[in-house]
């Protein structure tokens, strides 16, 4: 069983950086992709970014230029660092992965369970 732990949330003012930490732990043999998903109050789940297992990224437009994906492969970490945060930037945030127990399995969807960033003055 692969767990997905966050941390790195809180409350920060507009303009101010966090940054936020996914580790994967438990028995896989391979992760592919992971990523950054968030969900405001009353809205749907929306992805942040990605990164493949070659560090090819991928961002939504609105995070752009501010936010960026990073990942520490033998530590099985994803990192998000965000900048110039802004009020609409409040979520829950959730770590996602890609990954399989053994070489032959297929790859399974993964969720952290979640980190709260509230941009407020």
């Known amino acids: 069983q692969v767990q997905l732990v966050e941390s790195g949330g809180g409350l920060v003012q507009p303009g101010g950086s966090l940054r936020l930490s996914c580790a994967a732990s438990g028995s896989f043999s391979s992760i592919s992709a992971m990523g950054w998903y968030r969900q405001a109050p009353g809205k749907e789940r929306e992805l942040v970014a990605t990164?493949?297992?070659?560090?090819?990224?991928n961002y939504a437009d609105f995070v752009k230029g501010r936010f960026a994906i990073s990942r520490n492969y033998a530590k099985n970490t994803v990192y998000l660092q965000m900048n110039n945060l802004k009020p609409e930037d409040t979520a829950d945030y959730y770590c996602n992965a890609m990954a399989r127990r053994g070489v032959l399995d297929r790859y399974l969807e993964i969720w952290g369970q979640g980190t709260l960033v509230t941009v407020s003055s």
């Open positions: 990164i493949t297992s070659g560090g090819i990224t």
